[in-house]
């Protein structure tokens, strides 16, 4: 049978055909979908563990334990995990094994555009690239067997154009591996100076073996066209690659670590000009140019950003497209938070205050963008805690001490914002931890995570006490803020200012997407009290516009009314209220 | 028959994953290679969306680039002048006339564009302007008015109806089955007409 899937979904549908027991994973676009649809398996454990080195720890364990496993990421979400992930290569694994990192060139939902490819070489484990959707369901197949064969981790290497792309998927059935009896295997499991010496001589061997395996398996292939254009790619590349030269001979790598240097060679020897066409990283390039060729690469292709067939044959051939409109010259869609968002009060309210917030990662970024300007810094998961005591620090040694105000999601505070609150309170930090709690992993796509007492298969669970939390690690100060009530929010971060000690405020609201079943009546103004002072602008909130009469107006399709309120507590004029029925 | 590539443009929230996914599906159903390409995340968060779904005997890039497209299926006006760029040089413009304000305008800093369909019409002149939110009350909810848009296009393609409404009927919940199945009715009926005319 045949379905239309997306890449995503046919790694997931790959892991259940490939006999995977054990799946894990944090949400990250774009790889959240993978395990969002193993979790309809019954036959597969899933789990959202809390943060990705979990995730990872949890499956290397199921493949130690026996069963084959999966653990599936964003590329970023390698970081986290690589402390595991270096060593994993040394102990090996009993059954197979595979890491999905889910690259993004072009950054459409990330901070950066790193090229997990040479993550593989650094962690000298086997990586493998599909280029659609079917590919990803069959290579995933073939990297459980590279796993079982060479008992080492498998890097499966997405990108967002994989995962998020759909394509004519051939659909197979589940085997059943039988679970590996396990043995307790010191000398590879026990990562001790003196086996990680022998680990790593062994590593080096089964290195060598999987070079071998790479000049000859069926994941690298060669189609041959006309020799006097021979291209080597791999992943998405390989589509625009076939796109733009049609009758070219194509050197395909699914595997391109180990590099397979000899079929390179062979075919580098075939062809008359050879160019090697890849996103982000030199990675095939430079292996090329390792072993004595001259390909034509990065000279024509840029380094960043995302490919298409356009990019591509404008290397080449320059530019062959037709201008009708200058798209910089139209307003911009930049994305915001959502109207009834329960992030916007506390932006507002720190924008007021003049407050200094080092920030994190998820829909409350967002926070950044005008007119709510909340945000001083966001680099990365947990960071924000960790910066605002170090920025505090430096306030206070610069002879100009402030308190600074960490602003972090609630499933971004549980995946690594525990341990830096901890450091806080530890070193007799003064920060501010602000946890924006709307009760779910909201920029994803709405995961749950350990703060919502529900698991992924929606089933209750225990649920983290950020109460108690706090006292146990020493904060004396922790407040509770309702997110749609603006007052209470500016008056505890005032309190919480002049506190000489660390604080903890929760501000609590859920998600707006994630209410249900209330009745929504939405707000107007009145044309005769509003008097054009702009003060509810400030909000940012893309319900409310100015309209022609230069009065302020609500979208009745966007507000949601009562449930957020925010505006009506900003105007001074009383001129928005419910609109009558 | 070469590959046939359907750009469709919008706002978050317009229902424009589900129409290209329910094209992809109705071109698979005929036999057709598909492939289908959008982006998730912070795109949806108001954001401007673009799905692009290509079908044909074999297609490789999921991806429609400037100079590409044989159809842009716009939900939203603004969108379409945007995307104009993407289309062949007689490539056909489906588009809404719903207008959805972006923040941008909103808190005043930019206007939005005046004369949007006349300025489409200089490039192509068969352009069609459907008022989809005026079709889809019609149809029984404002909700299906991407259903109704998705009926204009089937008109165009090489699939026919009965591979969508198969497709319809597996994807939308059954409670507003009716509803979108009238809406895709009406679309295209509308659609139909302005050929004729």
Known sequence: MKAVLSGNEAVARGAWEAGVKVATAYPGTPSTEIL????????IYSEWSTNEKVAFDVALGAAYGGVRAITCMKHVGLNVAADTFMSSAYTGVLAGFVVVSADDPGMHSSQNEQDNRVFARFAKVPLVEPSDSHEAKEFLKIAYEISERFRLPVLFRLTTRISHSKSVVELGERIEPEPKEYVKDVPHRVVIPSNARTLHIELEEKLK????????????????????????????SYQYTKEVFPEASVLKLGMSFPFPEELVRRFAESVKKLIVIEENEPFIEDNCRKIGLNPIGKKNIPIVGELNQQIVREAFFGKTTDTRINPASLPQRPPVLCPGCPHRGFFYIANRLKLTVPS?????????????????????????????????????????????????GDSTFIHAGITELIDVAYNKGKTIVVILDNSTTAMTGHQPHPGTGKTIKGEDTVKVDYAKLAEAIGIKHYFETPAFDISKIRETLKHAIQLDQPVVIVNKGECILQVRGKKIVPYSVDSE???????????????????????????????????????????????????EE | MDVISILIVGVGGQGIILTGDLLADA??????????????????????????????????????????????????????????????????VISSTQKIIPVTVSSGNQEYPQNIEERVKEFFSDAIFIDAIKIAKEAGHIRSANIALLGAISHFLPIERESFIKAIKAHVPPKTLEINLKAFELGFNYASKKIIV
């Open chain 1, 360 to 408: 994190d990662i998820g829909c409350y970024t967002l926070g950044v963008i005008p007119p709510l300007s909340a945000i001083d810094t966001c680099v990365c998961m947990g960071a924000s805690i960790g910066n605002a005591f170090g920025m505090e620090l430096a306030f206070n040694l610069s002879g100009k001490p402030r308190k600074t105000v960490a602003a972090i």
């Open chain 1, 209 to 236: 073996l999987l070079k071998e395996y790479a000049e000859n398996t069926p994941l690298n292939r060669i189609e041959w066209g006309d020799n006097s254009i021979g291209i080597i790619t791999s992943g998405i």
């Open chain 1, 36 to 43: 969002e649809n193993i979790a309809n398996y019954k036959e």
């Open chain 2, 27 to 92: 071109a698979l159903s005929v036999g057709f290679d598909v492939k289908k390409s959008e982006v998730h995340g912070m795109a949806q968060r108001g954001g401007a969306v673009v799905s692009g779904v290509r079908f044909g005997k074999k297609v490789y890039s999921p991806l429609i680039c400037e100079s590409e497209a044989d159809f842009l299926l716009s939900f939203e006006l603004l969108e379409t002048l945007r995307n104009l760029n993407y289309l062949k040089k007689n490539g056909k």
């Open chain 1, 529 to 579: 009290k509003c008097t054009s002072c702009g003060l509810c602008f400030n909000l940012g909130c893309p319900a409310i516009y100015w309209g022609d009469d230069s009065k302020a107006k609500i979208d009745p399709l966007y507000c949601v009314g009562e449930l957020c309120d925010l505006c009506k507590q900003v105007c001074k004029f009383d001129a928005i209220n419910k609109t």
